[in-house]
């Protein structure tokens, strides 16, 4: 092997400094998840991390940027299952697809990443630099969401296709949601069934 291989091979591998601050995200997101923002401490991070405290700010940051990363990291995940969903749906994916994929339990889902998300959603006051990339992440998976329906439906009015994405989205986001509830299995059914109603009464009127 060359030299110039090895290299690039090196070059490839996460440096042991991403590979911790990830190990670290990826416990400031499960705490946000459980405690909220406000109660996921240092503390909390640290030793769900399994890291010393100090350790915390020499990979992220004062607390400002520990949020900052936090966002980013948030975000990243969630446009990562968005682009999953986008490529399973193309070119030909119908409403069925799309809610099916929503909802199937065997569909890999990380529930963490929509509670973190809904926690940062309830601190946009405090933090108010939190606002457009949140907004943009979803109004991307609402895009998605809308080109599907679109398909179906060509001859339905922007503002229709609009609202029904709003509502097969807000299914999804509300199941997420509940998941510290360990709900019902029939809750998750009840909530298919009303997107699948949603994307049946755009195509019943176009």
């Known amino acids: 092997m060359s030299t110039m291989t090895i290299n690039e091979s090196a070059m490839s591998r996460p440096s042991l400094k991403d590979q911790r601050s990830e190990q670290i995200l990826d416990a400031y997101l ?15 991070i640290a030793a769900e991390a399994g890291v010393k405290r100090p350790i915390l700010r020499h990979y992220l940051g004062n607390k400002d940027q520990m949020t900052g990363a936090l966002i980013g990291y948030v975000v990243d995940r969630f446009a990562e299952a968005t682009h999953a969903l986008q490529d399973a749906l193309e070119p030909t994916g119908t409403p069925t697809d799309l809610i099916d994929l929503l909802f199937d339990k065997s569909t890999p889902n990380d529930p963490r990443v929509m509670l973190a998300y809904q926690s940062l959603v309830t601190s946009v006051a405090d933090h108010p630099e939190m606002r457009h990339p949140l907004v943009e992440s979803l109004e991307h998976f609402l895009g998605i969401i809308e080109v599907v329906l679109r398909r179906a439906a060509p001859n339905a009015s922007a503002t229709r296709v609009r609202v029904v994405s709003q509502g097969i989205a807000a299914t999804y986001v509300n199941l997420d949601s509940l998941t510290p509830l360990s709900p019902p299995d029939a809750w998750c059914q009840e909530l298919k069934q009303a997107a699948m109603i949603l994307a049946a009464s755009l195509e019943a009127n176009t």
């Open 30 to 44: 499960t705490c946000v998840a459980r405690f909220g923002l406000e109660g996921a401490t240092q503390e909390r």
